[in-house]
């Protein structure tokens, strides 16, 4: 349930002009987007979005990030990055939105098929970031560089960039990944992670053969 019942109902009827001022009214009373939960609830319900615990950034942009998509616990997103669900039909005899978009005149209805995105626990997404309709998937840990083009899903904690985006290493290697997995420590509230930050920083022991590279 939304901790905040009377800025959460406001939000479902007043005009759209107002909603950004009841968004920040949330956000201030609630300690902001990465704790809200009220905001959350809003995402979800009205905006099909599903925005994890934690996570803060670029996800919250209903400009850049489509419904259909679902973001794991502490997720740093760059508030640039832009996700797409659907593509101009390329086996029609044209690509013009006529065939798809009732706006143009002929459909009655959105005639593109929109599939949803799940994207994991602790992903960062660099600025400028596009995730194009392809992808479904992102893995837990993943990284995706700034300017990156994803055309394709992405391995948990593989670090991923460029146009098309390629993998160019792993975070960490897989005995740690293992050891980080296990722990689920995105399962934490805030509370709990400050109080066992060492305990779980002391699964990873930072050194290069932590880092594999495949360049």
């Known amino acids: 349930m939304p901790y905040n019942n009377i800025l959460y109902h406001l939000y479902f009827v007043v005009p759209s002009r107002f909603k950004g001022f009841i968004k920040r009214m949330i956000l201030k009373s609630e300690g902001g987007q990465m704790y809200s939960n009220t905001i959350r609830q809003i995402y979800e319900e009205k905006h099909k979005i599903k925005i994890g615990y934690g996570s803060y950034g670029g996800c ?105 985006a390629k993998v160019i290493g792993k975070r960490f290697d897989d005995s740690v990944i293992k050891k980080i997995e296990e722990s689920k420590w995105w399962f934490s509230t805030k509370e709990e992670l400050i109080k066992n930050i060492q305990k779980f920083q002391d699964l990873v022991e930072i050194n290069e053969k932590n880092i594999i590279k495949e360049f």
Do not use: M, Q
Not at 81 to 105: C, D, M, Q, V, W
């Open 60 to 164: 919250f942009s209903l400009k850049n990030v489509p419904a259909g998509v679902s973001f794991g616990n502490y997720c740093s997103i760059a508030p640039t990055i832009r996700i797409f669900r659907a593509n101009h039909p390329k086996n029609k005899f044209t690509s013009h939105p006529i065939l798809y978009n009732p706006a143009a005149g002929y459909v009655t209805k959105d005639a593109l098929k929109r599939p949803t995105l799940t994207i994991g626990h602790d992903v960062w997404i660099g600025e400028w970031a596009i995730i194009l309709p392809n992808v479904s998937y992102i893995g837990n840990g993943a990284i995706i560089g700034a300017g990156s083009v994803v055309t394709r899903n992405v391995d948990p904690y593989s670090i991923v960039a460029g146009n098309p």
